[in-house]
């Protein structure tokens, strides 16, 4: 069993595709979606309905799912339909108009209730994910196991989870400093975003070709930023499944008309 960590879709479903054809993943592997599956692409109910499908796959709440929700539940509030709408929601909005009216509700009823936070042992290694990545002034549970990962995600507060940006990239220290603690997996913020927000990364966020990859945040590593960019579309941005039991990743860029 394989587990394979992927975020920040952005509505790029024919990319996230491409993804899973070359990773073929088996019903027995994990999969896990950190959010942002829709807005700004093509076909971000596209990238819904895919991921809902997936056999075991867990997605989490992502900011732009949270923008949607509160757009929907507040329709006479006009700034939440302006913050969705800057933010690329115009591609899902339309895209749900054009489902059966039960179809898209149960499609935002699945959404309304995913997780904003997940973990995973993967050998001796805990990992902790979040949309956004975490307050790391947060409590430290006395040992790191399933009972205290659960605790300290908890613990954190929901706007954090989705929202977080510079408190936690930019922090001098994860949450590994002794090399003993979790590594936390987290998007939300394009990789190239942190040459100039965190404090250490292991590569440059940009390859040669000058698309977005993924990199590992802090003197520890412990940090993983794996959004790389796909919201930027052709030339910048691509899909990224990491496989966490050797790091492993498998990239496809974002193609013209997709």
């Given at each position: 069993m394989s587990t394979y960590v992927f975020s920040d879709v952005h509505g790029h479903r024919a990319t996230l595709e491409r993804v899973l054809m070359r990773v073929s993943p088996s019903d027995d592997d994990r999969i896990i979606c950190l959010g942002d599956m829709i807005d700004r692409g093509p076909d971000p109910v596209g990238v819904l309905q895919l991921v809902r499908a997936l056999p075991g796959a867990v997605a989490l709440m992502g900011n732009h799912e949270d923008l949607m929700l509160s757009c929907i539940d507040n329709r006479d509030d006009p700034l939440a339909s302006m913050n969705w709408a800057i933010n690329g929601g115009a591609s899902t909005s339309d895209g749900l108009e054009a489902l059966d009216v039960d179809e898209a509700n149960d499609l935002l009823n699945w959404v309304a209730e995913l997780p904003r936070s997940a973990f995973a042992r993967v050998g001796e290694q805990l990992f902790?994910?979040?949309?956004?990545?975490?307050?790391?002034?947060?409590?430290?549970?006395?040992?790191?196991?399933?009972?205290?990962?659960?605790?300290?995600?908890?613990?954190?507060?929901?706007?954090?989870?989705?929202?977080i940006r510079e408190e936690f990239w930019g922090a001098e220290k994860g949450l590994a400093a002794d090399g003993s603690g979790p590594i936390?997996?987290?998007?939300?913020?394009?990789?190239?975003?942190?040459?100039?927000?965190?404090?250490?990364?292991?590569?440059?966020p940009v390859s040669d070709d000058g698309l977005a990859r993924m990199v590992r945040v802090g003197e520890e590593r412990d940090r993983w930023d794996i959004d790389c960019g796909a919201a930027g579309g052709v030339g910048f941005g691509q899909v990224l499944m990491v496989r966490l039991e050797d790091g492993e990743e498998f990239y496809e860029p974002v193609l013209e008309g997709e």
């Amino acid at each position: 069993m394989s587990t394979y960590v992927f975020s920040d879709v952005h509505g790029h479903r024919a990319t996230l595709e491409r993804v899973l054809m070359r990773v073929s993943p088996s019903d027995d592997d994990r999969i896990i979606c950190l959010g942002d599956m829709i807005d700004r692409g093509p076909d971000p109910v596209g990238v819904l309905q895919l991921v809902r499908a997936l056999p075991g796959a867990v997605a989490l709440m992502g900011n732009h799912e949270d923008l949607m929700l509160s757009c929907i539940d507040n329709r006479d509030d006009p700034l939440a339909s302006m913050n969705w709408a800057i933010n690329g929601g115009a591609s899902t909005s339309d895209g749900l108009e054009a489902l059966d009216v039960d179809e898209a509700n149960d499609l935002l009823n699945w959404v309304a209730e995913l997780p904003r936070s997940a973990f995973a042992r993967v050998g001796e290694q805990l990992f902790l994910m979040a949309h956004a990545g975490v307050r790391l002034d947060a409590p430290v549970p006395e040992v790191w196991d399933e009972e205290g990962a659960q605790a300290y995600l908890l613990a954190q507060e929901p706007e954090d989870l989705t929202w977080i940006r510079e408190e936690f990239w930019g922090a001098e220290k994860g949450l590994a400093a002794d090399g003993s603690g979790p590594i936390v997996i987290a998007g939300h913020t394009p990789t190239p975003y942190l040459e100039n927000m965190a404090f250490s990364l292991d590569r440059p966020p940009v390859s040669d070709d000058g698309l977005a990859r993924m990199v590992r945040v802090g003197e520890e590593r412990d940090r993983w930023d794996i959004d790389c960019g796909a919201a930027g579309g052709v030339g910048f941005g691509q899909v990224l499944m990491v496989r966490l039991e050797d790091g492993e990743e498998f990239y496809e860029p974002v193609l013209e008309g997709e």
